[in-house]
């Protein structure tokens, strides 16, 4: 089983609906899930952060995060054309071990 | 708003060839990364760096990679030898704290291109 999972999609809606995208993992030492955003050939740019299980919101994001199913989630809520990106999770055990570990990423596209 | 910069954008080398990819993390960070993503793949970790040394790194970063903080601002990653299978976007990332590389931060990435 892979460490992460995550439905490559991709994933096309019409503008200002809601959005979810989610990712599964095998390894319960994870604690810290994260999500971030890329464009076309350019760096990943943080959006949520969130520590061990529970909600998260900032602005039209919320990251959710159930630890006991490994299941974490990012909606969006009314979606727009710029949102359209690869949105990829990624997840770290924390303590001496830093490194994250990174779903493949889903496309989304978000139609005027 | 502080961000990490990565210098080239774009390197071609031709196989066998040294690169050094640079990159300005933020200033007051403590932490430091180098990921690489291969077309169409995950982002994979290369290796973490604080205080001066290198605290993990993976498979991947055998005895070809070395990194190298020369100065108080920039840091780098040198492959010696490069290989066909070395193409590939390298981000450097850096975070203000250890403990999980959380709030990790990325910059726009070095397109290697290994010919």
């Known amino acids: 089983q892979k460490e992460v999972e995550q439905d490559p999609g991709p994933l096309s809606v019409p503008e200002g609906a809601i959005v979810s995208l989610n990712c599964t993992y095998s390894?319960?030492?994870?604690?810290?899930f994260m999500w971030y955003r890329q464009y076309s050939r350019k760096g990943p740019e943080l959006l949520m952060y969130?520590?061990s299980s529970g909600n998260k919101e900032d602005g039209r994001f919320t990251a959710q995060v159930d630890k006991s199913s490994k299941y974490i989630s990012l909606f969006i809520r009314d979606s727009q054309p710029s949102d359209s990106a690869t949105y990829l999770c990624?997840?770290?055990?924390?303590?001496?071990?830093?490194?994250?570990?990174w779903g493949l990423g889903t496309s989304l596209a978000v139609n005027p | 708003e502080p961000e990490v910069t990565q210098t080239p954008s774009h390197q071609v080398t031709q196989m066998g060839q040294e690169v050094i990819l640079r990159c300005v993390p933020i200033?007051?960070?403590?932490?430091f990364y180098w990921y690489r993503q291969i077309l169409g793949q995950k982002v994979e970790f290369l290796v973490s760096f604080y205080n001066n040394e290198i605290s993990e790194k993976s498979e991947i970063f055998d005895d070809q990679f070395s990194v190298e903080r020369p100065d108080g601002s920039n840091f780098t990653l040198k492959i010696r030898s490069t290989k066909l299978e070395d193409s590939a976007m390298y981000f450097c990332a850096s975070s203000e704290r250890g403990g999980s590389s959380t709030e990790a931060f990325f910059g726009q990435g070095t397109r290697l291109t290994v010919v």
């Open positions: 390894n319960s030492a994870f604690q810290y």
């Open positions: 969130t520590y």
């Open positions: 990624a997840m770290s055990a924390g303590g001496n071990n830093r490194k994250l570990i």
């Open positions: 200033s007051n960070h403590l932490y």
